[in-house]
């Protein structure tokens, strides 16, 4: 499971928003599916570029191209892949994004929402995303110690 952070969480939550106001979505589309509009966001790359570079990689769909990830090649898509990789996901994570099955994402959806997601399904995207910020905010603000942030000072936090 991805590692909370800031960055993180407000990238899924900004890409839920820019679905939700209409940006442009094709599963098929390297650039304009699942993993591809969370790639625009984490990475800044168009999804014309994204696209471009999955067809200069290898052969498939984001599941694929990340079950074949190698961080140390030069190919284009496994760069885009490193920085999602540095902003707290791991390539499960890519996986479970494009086919919307993460069990731990999917158990945090309200109960007026759930139902089997379809992969491909724009409406479903955003409910997957924005149960997924809502389950990596709780981990972050569990992880929070105010007495590891106060420790400098006399005040201690019981």
Request: with cysteine; hydrophobic share 40%; net charge negative.
């Given at each position: 499971?991805?590692?909370?952070?800031?960055?993180?969480?407000?990238?899924?939550?900004?890409?839920?928003?820019?679905?939700?106001?209409?940006?442009?979505?094709?599963?098929?589309?390297?650039?304009?599916?699942?993993?591809?509009?969370?790639?625009?966001?984490?990475?800044?790359?168009?999804?014309?570029?994204?696209?471009?570079?999955?067809?200069?990689?290898?052969?498939?769909?984001?599941?694929?191209?990340?079950?074949?990830?190698?961080g140390?090649?030069?190919?284009?898509?496994?760069?885009?892949?490193?920085?999602?990789?540095?902003a707290?996901?791991?390539?499960?994570?890519?996986?479970?994004?494009?086919?919307?099955?993460?069990?731990?994402v999917?158990?945090?959806?309200?109960?007026?929402?759930?139902?089997?997601?379809?992969k491909?399904?724009?409406?479903?995207?955003?409910?997957?995303?924005?149960?997924?910020?809502?389950?990596?905010?709780?981990?972050?603000?569990?992880?929070?110690?105010?007495?590891?942030?106060?420790?400098?000072?006399?005040?201690?936090l019981?």
């Amino acid at each position: 499971m991805a590692k909370a952070n800031l960055e993180l969480i407000r990238a899924l939550r900004r890409t839920a928003e820019k679905l939700e106001k209409g940006a442009k979505y094709q599963w098929g589309h390297m650039g304009s599916c699942n993993c591809g509009n969370l790639a625009q966001e984490l990475t800044h790359y168009t999804k014309e570029q994204i696209h471009a570079y999955a067809l200069e990689s290898r052969m498939g769909d984001w599941a694929d191209q990340t079950s074949a990830f190698c961080g140390e090649s030069k190919l284009p898509l496994d760069m885009v892949i490193s920085t999602m990789l540095e902003a707290g996901l791991d390539t499960d994570d890519l996986i479970h994004l494009e086919r919307l099955s993460d069990e731990k994402v999917l158990k945090r959806i309200p109960q007026t929402q759930l139902r089997e997601l379809q992969k491909n399904k724009r409406e479903d995207v955003i409910i997957y995303l924005k149960a997924w910020s809502d389950l990596l905010e709780e981990d972050f603000l569990a992880s929070i110690n105010l007495n590891n942030i106060f420790e400098n000072e006399e005040i201690a936090l019981y």
